[in-house]
Every structure is written in structure tokens, then in C-alpha cells.
């Protein structure tokens, strides 16, 4: 029962969705990405014409967090378009599908700990 445990811990990959691993960055000090204005989220991460997102509104910028958490496939595109303090912060309100949020909890534990206070 112990092996079959450390297995599942060790070697399990989260997904994202069906067939599409989460993708984790190593350190939350690597997510440099924009926390205002206005950007526009490339055509892979949203599929929709109008790509535009204020991020001067809160539930835009977590609606796009959670985008980019589920979508993302590359380490890069992690590092453009999350920050750190800001993926902290938000971290407890966000709706993420569960493999997301293990995956991002396993690697970051500052971040389970971030849910547990709110």
C-alpha cells in the first residue's frame, strides 16, 4: 500500500483536461508576467476573435489566470502571462479543474497553504 502511495505521488502527472498535463513552473519568482492594463492572450490560450483582456478588472484578471492555468502547454507561456505575488494572491478564488490546482499545490506548497488561510 506504501509503494502504490509514493507511485501515485512521485510519478503522477495532473491533467489539465482529458489527455493534456498540467503544466507547473519550477518557482513562482519566474512568473514575470503583466498585472495591468490591457493585453491581448494569444489565439492558442483563447480562442475567441476579440483577445483583449483588462486586467484593471479583477474578475478579468482572474478569469485570465485561470485561462492560462488551463490552457498553457509551455513553461514560457506561464513565465509571459502569470506573476507570481499576483498567482499567490488570487490562488484561493481561482476555478481551476483539480489537476491543475494538485499539480500547482504539489510544486508549490506556499500555495495550498495560501488556500488553507482563506
Request: charged share 25%.
Amino acid at each position: 500500500m506504501d509503494l502504490v502511495r509514493s507511485l501515485r505521488s512521485s510519478g503522477r502527472h495532473h491533467e489539465a483536461r482529458p489527455g493534456r498535463r498540467a503544466v507547473v513552473a519550477n518557482h513562482l519568482s519566474e512568473l514575470n508576467g503583466p498585472t495591468s492594463g490591457i493585453v491581448e492572450l494569444p489565439h492558442r490560450l483563447f480562442w475567441q476573435p476579440d483577445r483583449h483582456v483588462d486586467l484593471d478588472r479583477p474578475g478579468l484578471l482572474a478569469w485570465m489566470y485561470e485561462t492560462v492555468l488551463t490552457e498553457a502547454i509551455r513553461i514560457e507561456e506561464l513565465q509571459t502571462w502569470l506573476h507570481g505575488p499576483t498567482l499567490t494572491r488570487l490562488w484561493p478564488a481561482l476555478y481551476l479543474p483539480r489537476g491543475v490546482r494538485r499539480a500547482w499545490e504539489e510544486r508549490h506548497p506556499v500555495l495550498r497553504a495560501q488556500g488553507i488561510a482563506a
